[in-house]
């Protein structure tokens, strides 16, 4: 199994910083990687896709990068609407594996 | 507007049984894979199942293989977890996430969840 490592695994910032968040998969899986948002006792929510697109409706605030088995997604002007928990998901091979989560608080 | 909502979670006890459904709409769902992801109180995102657009190709996770099957009605844009053996730690909320028809699919539309309890 491919294991997804995120970090951190948490992090303060403010409003109006850029805050950026690393995914490394245990091995090679191209681009095959995924973004998901999700605020507390909700769904998640798709940001980016194929490592660096972004899914249709989501500001262009977001971004990511990478390829192989470093990656990062970045979040430019955070807002309060911003504050959340990030997961990374590959989906290169089954089983299908997340990250563990990067929760972005208020600083 | 593309839709999935889930239903069927609730309380069972250990070693009961409980079906999930989730149905779609707004999209033809015959073209899509559909996932079942679950998420354990306070925990992160756990990938469970896939199931391709017509039923070729299913994938478990390891924690679940044996004792959960997903199935899928493309005629009522539905997608079921018959799930056995229920254990404690399957206590979670349970997401259905349409992905695309393609072997790399990710998922782009999550549905807001059911509630799996597994207590005596």
């Known amino acids: 199994d491919i294991q997804m490592t995120q970090s951190p695994s948490s992090l303060s910032a403010s409003v109006g910083d850029r805050v950026t968040i690393t995914c490394r998969a245990s091995?090679?899986?191209?681009?095959?990687l995924a973004w998901f948002q999700q605020k507390p006792g909700k769904a998640p929510k798709s940001l980016i896709y194929?490592?660096?697109s972004l899914q249709s409706g989501v500001p262009s605030k977001f971004s990511g990068s990478g390829s192989g088995t470093d990656f990062t997604l970045t979040i430019n002007n955070l807002q309060p609407e911003d504050f959340a928990t990030y997961y990374c998901?590959?989906?290169?091979?089954?089983?299908?594996?997340f990250g563990q989560g990067t929760k972005v608080e208020i600083k | 507007e593309v839709q999935l909502v889930e239903s069927g979670g609730g309380l069972v006890k250990p070693g009961g049984s409980l079906r999930l459904s989730c149905v779609a709409s707004?999209?033809?769902?015959?073209?899509?894979?559909v996932n079942w992801v679950r998420q354990a109180p306070g925990k992160g995102l756990e990938w469970v199942s896939s199931?391709?657009?017509?039923?070729?190709?299913?994938y478990y996770a390891d924690s679940v293989k044996g004792r959960f099957t997903i199935s899928r009605d493309n005629a009522k844009n539905s997608l079921y977890l018959q799930m056995n053996s229920l254990r404690a730690e399957d206590t979670a909320v349970f997401y259905c996430?349409?992905?695309?028809?393609?072997?790399?699919?990710?998922?782009?539309?999550w549905g807001k969840g059911t509630t799996v309890t597994v207590s005596s």
């Open positions: 996430g349409r992905a695309g028809s393609t072997s790399l699919n990710y998922i782009d539309v």
């Open positions: 707004g999209f033809t769902f015959s073209d899509y894979s």
């Open positions: 199931i391709s657009s017509r039923s070729t190709y299913i």
């Open positions: 091995q090679d899986i191209s681009n095959n």
């Open positions: 194929a490592a660096s």
């Open positions: 998901q590959q989906y290169n091979s089954y089983p299908r594996t």
